[in-house]
């Protein structure tokens, strides 16, 4: 006899959840779920029941959503067809109505899901008559998935027996700058959310839109990539939650990028300064604004994984124990410049680096990292400058030094115990030595607790891999070409 096939609602509904009781008291937290937590009925079913087990165990949450799955990505797309004079809609239609007839929600919430999709489509048919897609459009356009997604979470969880109710963020009191696509959270958000929560009934589930918020003139604003973590963090603040939920796709922060390195190992916690550096230097986990609002609240955020919840994740704090710690994580980022300028005029003067600084200034160009001495500095561009602020840089800055541009450097960023910054040193170049690497830039942060080598992107992955095998798997320097020339030949078998 064969075994009847489950339904993908049934087969999250026969997965086993484990959540710690709060043991007798309320719980306030935020929950924040990104897109590939999101991914589809089955993804958002076994969420649903996630949730609805930390109600059941006595906490009491707020859930932040992304958009579905690449729901943001196909919107773009769908921007850059209009522009092009053609309107495509039907796969993001036929995505979210056959998700929410799978997961048998309401006809009112397929109704408001219908009603979005329709004005997503005047919107699109807006771009392609007047052939313009500027960034406040761009805001809006993407915007569809937050909100649709929200619709989908909450009608699920109604379903299951838990009062939720969607939240579209301005609606709870979220204001941005006007600077689309990177707007700023604006400081009265954190009164407004408070005095919102507070009028809420408590045995409602609020389920509200990441990334998203309305500026001062009521105009949809993004806060850029990753800005549902932000949401997050600022509704944990207002509102004085006990603790912030960042659920993932991996078991927390990990020690390095599990996809390059494959023993890389959670980190069971770092504080908020070290979650901050991990994010601007690469860490595809937390966007790297996120923890303004939990510093200045002192709530602790903590990275889970929704595809393995028993997982313990990774708790972020203020402060902790590094007594025991060398290094805690090595993140990069990839195809930066290396620029390097030396000026022998500017000998004994004064004026050089407000010279350096003001040229970049007036360019509108940021740096990563520096190194400087007397006469020389060195420095790298952000990997998102655009090539078109470049040129007159390099024209300002020639005129007062010697400038030498190397492209295609990584920055190699080493999350340590700076009190131990001379053993991290000396293992750091002792592996590049047996790795035959030149590390062509280095610099000590001044937040104290990374260390920065900047290398050739095409030796990034041997330097992560050897760092990793040398800081966290026991493996002595001497055994290190050994080893990754092994590992090279089982990758390639």
């Given at each position: 006899?064969?075994?009847?096939?489950?339904?993908p609602t049934?087969?999250?509904?026969s997965?086993?959840?484990?959540?710690t009781?709060?043991?007798?008291?309320?719980v306030?937290?935020?929950m924040?779920?990104?897109?590939?937590?999101l991914n589809?009925?089955?993804?958002?079913t076994y969420?649903?029941?996630l949730?609805?087990k930390?109600?059941?165990?006595?906490?009491?949450?707020?859930?932040?959503?992304s958009?579905?799955g690449?729901?943001?990505?196909s919107?773009?797309?769908?921007?850059?067809f209009?522009l092009?004079?053609?309107?495509y809609?039907?796969?993001?239609?036929?995505?979210?109505?056959?998700?929410a007839?799978t997961?048998?929600?309401?006809?009112?919430?397929?109704?408001?899901?219908?009603?979005?999709?329709?004005?997503l489509?005047?919107l699109?048919?807006?771009?392609?008559?007047i052939?313009?897609?500027?960034?406040?459009?761009?805001?809006?356009?993407?915007?569809?998935?937050?909100?649709?997604?929200?619709?989908?979470?909450?009608?699920?969880?109604?379903?299951?027996?838990?009062?939720a109710?969607?939240f579209?963020?301005?609606?709870?009191?979220?204001?941005?700058?006007?600077?689309?696509?990177?707007?700023d959270?604006?400081?009265?958000?954190?009164s407004?959310?408070?005095?919102?929560?507070?009028?809420l009934?408590?045995?409602v589930?609020?389920?509200?839109?990441?990334?998203?918020g309305?500026?001062?003139?009521?105009?949809?604003?993004?806060?850029g990539?990753?800005g549902s973590?932000l949401?997050?963090?600022v509704?944990?603040a207002?509102?004085?939650?006990?603790?912030?939920?960042?659920?993932?796709d991996?078991?927390?922060?990990m020690?390095?990028?599990?996809r390059?390195?494959?023993?890389?190992?959670?980190?069971t916690?770092?504080?908020?300064?070290e979650?901050?550096e991990?994010?601007?230097?690469?860490?595809?986990?937390?966007?790297p604004?996120?923890?303004?609002p939990a510093?200045?609240?002192?709530?602790?955020?903590?990275?889970?994984?929704?595809y393995?919840p028993?997982?313990?994740?990774?708790v972020?704090?203020?402060?902790?124990?590094k007594?025991?710690?060398?290094?805690?994580?090595?993140?990069?980022?990839n195809?930066v410049?290396?620029?390097?300028?030396?000026?022998?005029?500017?000998?004994g003067?004064?004026g050089f680096?407000?010279?350096?600084?003001?040229?970049?200034?007036?360019c509108?160009?940021?740096?990563?990292?520096?190194?400087s001495?007397?006469?020389?500095?060195?420095?790298t561009?952000d990997?998102?400058q655009?090539?078109?602020?470049?040129p007159?840089?390099m024209?300002?800055?020639k005129?007062?030094?010697t400038v030498?541009?190397?492209?295609?450097?990584?920055?190699?960023?080493?999350?340590?115990?700076?009190?131990?910054?001379s053993?991290v040193?000396?293992?750091?170049?002792?592996?590049?030595?047996?790795?035959?690497?030149?590390?062509?830039?280095?610099?000590q942060?001044?937040?104290?607790?990374n260390?920065?080598?900047?290398?050739?992107m095409?030796?990034?992955e041997?330097?992560?891999?050897?760092?990793?095998?040398?800081?966290?798997?026991?493996?002595?320097?001497?055994d290190?070409?050994?080893?990754?020339?092994?590992e090279?030949?089982?990758?390639?078998?």
């Amino acid at each position: 006899m064969t075994a009847a096939v489950k339904s993908p609602t049934e087969k999250a509904d026969s997965e086993e959840i484990n959540v710690t009781p709060s043991d007798g008291k309320v719980v306030k937290i935020a929950m924040k779920f990104g897109g590939s937590s999101l991914n589809n009925a089955e993804r958002i079913t076994y969420v649903a029941r996630l949730i609805k087990k930390h109600v059941d165990c006595g906490y009491r949450p707020i859930i932040v959503c992304s958009a579905m799955g690449k729901t943001t990505n196909s919107l773009l797309s769908s921007g850059e067809f209009a522009l092009e004079g053609q309107v495509y809609i039907d796969s993001l239609r036929t995505f979210h109505l056959t998700t929410a007839e799978t997961l048998g929600l309401s006809e009112t919430t397929k109704k408001d899901i219908k009603s979005l999709l329709d004005d997503l489509e005047k919107l699109l048919e807006g771009v392609k008559y007047i052939g313009e897609l500027t960034q406040r459009t761009q805001d809006a356009l993407v915007s569809f998935g937050e909100r649709m997604s929200i619709r989908i979470l909450a009608g699920t969880l109604n379903s299951m027996g838990v009062p939720a109710q969607g939240f579209d963020s301005w609606t709870l009191g979220l204001r941005t700058s006007d600077e689309f696509g990177n707007a700023d959270v604006l400081e009265e958000s954190y009164s407004n959310i408070k005095d919102v929560l507070s009028k809420l009934d408590p045995n409602v589930v609020p389920v509200v839109t990441g990334f998203i918020g309305h500026d001062k003139k009521g105009r949809i604003t993004t806060m850029g990539r990753g800005g549902s973590d932000l949401t997050a963090t600022v509704i944990g603040a207002a509102g004085g939650l006990d603790e912030v939920q960042v659920w993932k796709d991996v078991d927390g922060i990990m020690t390095a990028d599990p996809r390059l390195v494959k023993n890389a190992i959670p980190v069971t916690e770092v504080t908020y300064e070290e979650a901050a550096e991990l994010a601007y230097f690469g860490a595809q986990v937390l966007h790297p604004i996120s923890m303004q609002p939990a510093i200045r609240s002192a709530i602790p955020v903590r990275v889970k994984n929704s595809y393995n919840p028993s997982a313990t994740g990774t708790v972020i704090t203020g402060t902790r124990d590094k007594s025991k710690t060398l290094v805690t994580a090595i993140t990069s980022v990839n195809n930066v410049q290396l620029v390097d300028l030396v000026s022998l005029r500017m000998v004994g003067q004064y004026g050089f680096l407000a010279k350096v600084f003001e040229a970049f200034e007036k360019c509108r160009v940021s740096v990563d990292v520096i190194a400087s001495s007397e006469v020389s500095l060195s420095m790298t561009l952000d990997s998102k400058q655009q090539d078109k602020d470049l040129p007159q840089l390099m024209s300002i800055l020639k005129s007062f030094a010697t400038v030498q541009v190397l492209s295609k450097r990584s920055i190699v960023t080493l999350i340590s115990n700076l009190d131990r910054s001379s053993e991290v040193l000396a293992m750091a170049f002792t592996v590049l030595q047996k790795l035959g690497v030149t590390c062509e830039m280095f610099s000590q942060g001044a937040s104290k607790v990374n260390i920065s080598l900047v290398v050739k992107m095409e030796d990034k992955e041997r330097v992560i891999k050897g760092l990793h095998a040398c800081f966290f798997e026991g493996i002595h320097p001497d055994d290190l070409v050994k080893k990754l020339e092994s590992e090279n030949k089982n990758e390639k078998s």
